[in-house]
T-cell receptor, first 114, second 110 residues
C-alpha cells in the first residue's frame, strides 16, 4: 500500500515569491492534516480536513497561507508571499478516521526561503 | 497549544544499553502518543496511551501514561543502531490538535 505522497520534497525560493505544496493521502483516508515543523521542534497543526471540508484551520495564518482539498482527495497548501521565517518542513498526514492516533505522515516538503 | 517538556534533549549511548526518556506538561492530557522520526521522513507512531497509569509495550519499547495525566515516559531496552532518530511525545486533551514535544535525539554507537 502506498503511503502519503508529498511533492516537491525540497523547494528553494526567494522571499516574496509564492510556493505550493501538494499532498496525495493514502487511498480511502478521509481525514487529511497539514503540519508545520520548524527545526528542532515537533510538528504543529495548520489545518485539518474531513473530506473536502476544512474542519479546523484555526492555526493557519490566513493572511499568507491557503489550502484546498477540492475533491476530498489531494490537497494543496500555498504560501503567498513567502517570508524568511516560513523556512521549515511542511508535513502532510492522513487517517482513515478522525482519531489522530491513526494518522500516517508523509515525508514532508523542505522549504528554504532566501 | 500547551507546552510539553521533553527530556533529555539528546542521548548518546552504546548498542545494548537501555534508554529512558520522558515528557511532562503543566496541563492534563487524555491521550499520550510516542513517535519516532527518521531523517528526511515524517513521524511514525510507536505507542498510544489512553488511560492514566496505563503501561503499554511494543517490542523493545515500553511507555507509560502518568497517574497525574501530566507526564509519560518511553523506555527502549537493548538498543540497536536502527533505534537512531528523534523521538517525540505528543499529548491530546480535546479536539484533534496534538501538542508535540521538542523531541529527544537518540544516537546509538555499535
Amino acid at each position: 500500500e502506498a503511503g502519503v505522497v508529498q511533492s516537491p520534497r525540497y523547494k528553494i525560493i526567494e522571499k516574496k515569491q509564492p510556493v505550493a505544496f501538494w499532498c496525495n493521502p493514502i487511498s480511502g483516508h478521509n481525514t487529511l492534516y497539514w503540519y508545520l515543523q520548524n527545526l528542532g521542534q515537533g510538528p504543529e497543526l495548520l489545518i485539518r480536513y474531513e473530506n473536502e471540508e476544512a474542519v479546523d484551520d484555526s492555526q493557519l495564518p490566513k493572511d499568507r497561507f491557503s489550502a484546498e482539498r477540492l475533491k476530498g482527495v489531494d490537497s494543496t497548501l500555498k504560501i503567498q508571499p513567502a517570508e524568511l521565517g516560513d523556512s521549515a518542513v511542511y508535513l502532510c498526514a492522513s487517517s482513515p478516521d478522525p482519531r489522530v492516533e491513526t494518522q500516517y505522515f508523509g515525508p514532508g516538503t523542505r522549504l528554504l526561503v532566501l | 497549544g500547551q507546552q510539553l517538556n521533553q527530556s533529555p534533549q539528546s542521548m548518546f549511548i552504546q548498542e545494548g544499553e537501555d534508554v529512558s526518556m520522558n515528557c511532562t506538561s503543566s496541563s492534563i492530557f487524555n491521550t499520550w502518543l510516542w513517535y519516532k522520526q527518521d531523517p528526511g521522513e515524517g513521524p511514525v507512531l510507536l505507542i498510544a496511551l489512553y488511560k492514566a497509569g496505563e503501561l503499554t509495550s511494543n517490542g523493545r519499547l515500553t511507555a507509560q501514561f502518568g497517574i497525574t495525566r501530566k507526564d509519560s515516559f518511553l523506555n527502549i531496552s537493548a538498543s540497536i543502531p536502527s533505534d537512531v532518530g528523534i523521538y517525540f511525545c505528543a499529548g491530546l486533551s480535546a479536539g484533534y490538535a496534538l501538542n508535540f514535544g521538542k523531541g529527544t535525539s537518540l544516537l546509538v554507537t555499535p
